[in-house]
């Protein structure tokens, strides 16, 4: 009784929603440290996973994980390998992340458990275009530092969004809703200056 009392409930309703927002935002920017950050998680009972989700508590698949998290860690550091990781990720990321969020609303009736599903691609979606942009825009920089701290600073968001969620899941949504916001903005605004940059050189060059 004592054991039970320790383990969390498993997370429904709105608490659940949360924290898929956050799962899925934290999967579009690095998903192996997300589904060994949820394994971890669970198996330290500071998280229960729904039932359809407990093959992610499996020593190999957290064994997986982390060795391809290590993977990631090392490339992602490097400049152009980087990009070229990110870009092979967005077949990855964002359907994993979908999968997830399907897997974890089997509760649900059928149409609503694959609206959660389209808004958690989206989410990581939202997420993996945000990192994309960003490490594109640093890439170019000489030095090597901008590039790895902004690559650390994304791990540690990963890893610190996964753990804070299973603390105060709504906080942790809020503050991955803003970054949605911000990172929708950001992206808006590099799509504009390319699109002024290119018409300014077509007109340059039709002058």
Request: with cysteine; aromatic share 10%.
């Amino acid at each position: 009784m004592l054991f039970g009392s320790i383990v969390p409930p498993i997370p429904t309703g709105a608490e659940l929603t949360a924290i898929l927002i956050v799962v899925c935002f934290s999967a579009g920017l690095n998903l192996y440290a997300t589904v060994a950050m949820l394994g971890a998680l669970a198996r330290a009972h500071l998280l229960t996973l729904p039932p359809s989700l407990h093959l992610i508590e499996s020593w190999w698949v957290f064994a997986a994980c982390a060795a391809l998290f290590l993977v990631e860690f090392i490339g992602d550091k490097i400049p152009i390998f980087d990009i070229v990781w990110n870009a092979l990720h967005t077949f990855v990321r964002i359907p994993a992340a979908a999968l997830l969020t399907y897997a974890a609303t089997a509760q649900l009736p059928a149409w609503e458990r694959m609206l959660a599903t389209l808004l958690g691609g989206f989410v990581a979606l939202a997420a993996h275009g945000g990192k994309v942009a960003a490490r594109a825009a640093v890439t170019p920089s000489p030095e090597p530092l901008s590039n790895i701290a902004l690559s650390l600073s994304q791990d540690a968001a990963v890893i610190f969004l996964t753990w804070f969620a299973t603390r105060h899941a709504y906080v942790a949504a809020g503050i991955v809703l803003v970054a949605i916001a911000i990172i929708v903005i950001m992206i808006r605004a590099v799509v504009g200056a390319m699109r002024r940059l290119f018409s300014g050189a077509e007109g340059a060059l039709a002058g």
